[in-house]
């Protein structure tokens, strides 16, 4: 016979799955079928409304989302006590297991980024914050690099890298390529890099924060006016932020390199 424990774990996850024959089967006389019917329309309804919502912009790539959304809903129980994963994240990896065309799995790929970028925002929400305020003024004052040879050179620490299957091309065909989504104040930007560009930042994280004229030298070329002109593209994107005096309210840190849903992973 089980116990109270076990029937109520039973009970919650039959609600959470959108099912009610093992809690029907359960009522004692006094209690009305209707209104456990009730509860479960308007707990179903919840879960179907929020995830409509949530995943407006990725239901563009799709024909059939509000059937996709009952079908996670009739087949995962919700959990309502997880702290690490929410509900829409859940989806997102449960839209994974399908069979997606290029298009679907880079707007699943957008959303997944846009969500890792906020939770890097909120657990980093110092350093964040501190990133921004500094950016805000090198974009205020135009800030520029070559008057301040030992200004000090920051990338953003709310940023997310990922690969989208396709990608702009001359002869409009599908390419794979890496992008940034990063944290520009309270919205969530993507950011294409060249290659150029991405070596660049990829050679800076691994000094940062460095001085200009140390920038310089990890670019490795001899124009200061490209790595300058590098420079004041990359502030203007969000990546970068430059500062005349040390920053003593900012920790090292360099681009979290989160590599998510890459190919084979």
């Known amino acids: 016979?089980?116990?109270?424990?076990?029937?109520?774990?039973d009970w919650s996850d039959e609600l959470a799955a959108a099912r009610t024959r093992q809690v029907l089967g359960d009522l004692t006389a006094d209690c009305s079928v209707r209104d456990v019917?009730?509860?479960?329309?308007?707990?179903?309804?919840?879960?179907?409304?929020?995830?409509?919502?949530?995943?407006?912009l990725v239901g563009l790539?799709?024909?059939?989302?509000?059937?996709?959304?009952d079908e996670y809903v009739a087949l995962t129980p919700r959990k309502t006590f997880e702290l690490h994963e929410r509900e829409p994240q859940r989806f997102l990896r449960w839209l994974r297991r399908l069979?997606?065309?290029p298009q679907q799995a880079d707007y699943v790929t957008y959303q997944e980024s846009e969500y890792a970028c906020?939770?890097?925002a909120r657990t980093n929400r110092t350093t964040h914050l501190a990133f921004q305020r500094l950016r805000n003024q090198c974009v205020t004052e135009d800030f520029e690099p070559l008057d301040h040879a030992d200004c000090l050179l920051y990338l953003n620490p709310v940023c997310v890298w990922s690969q989208l299957e396709v990608a702009a091309t001359v002869d409009g065909s599908a390419a794979s390529g890496d992008v940034a989504f990063i944290a520009i104040?309270?919205?969530i930007e993507m950011l294409w890099l060249s290659g150029e560009q991405r070596d660049f930042v990829d050679r800076?994280?691994?000094h940062a924060p460095t001085t200009w004229t140390a920038s310089a030298n990890v670019d490795a070329r001899p124009s200061l006016n490209a790595v300058n002109a590098m420079v004041r593209q990359l502030v203007a994107g969000g990546l970068l932020a430059c500062s005349a005096v040390?920053?003593?309210?900012?920790?090292?840190?360099?681009?979290?390199?989160?590599?998510?849903?890459q190919p084979n992973a």
């Open 1 to 9: 016979m089980k116990t109270y424990e076990q029937r109520l774990a």
């Open 37 to 56: 019917e009730r509860f479960l329309e308007n707990a179903v309804g919840e879960r179907r409304r929020m995830l409509s919502e949530e995943m407006d």
């Open 61 to 69: 790539a799709f024909d059939d989302m509000e059937r996709l959304i």
């Open 99 to 101: 069979p997606l065309t």
């Open 118 to 120: 906020y939770e890097l």
């Open 185 to 187: 104040d309270s919205r």
């Open 204 to 206: 800076l994280n691994a």
């Open 246 to 261: 040390e920053q003593t309210l900012m920790p090292n840190f360099g681009i979290d390199l989160k590599q998510i849903n």
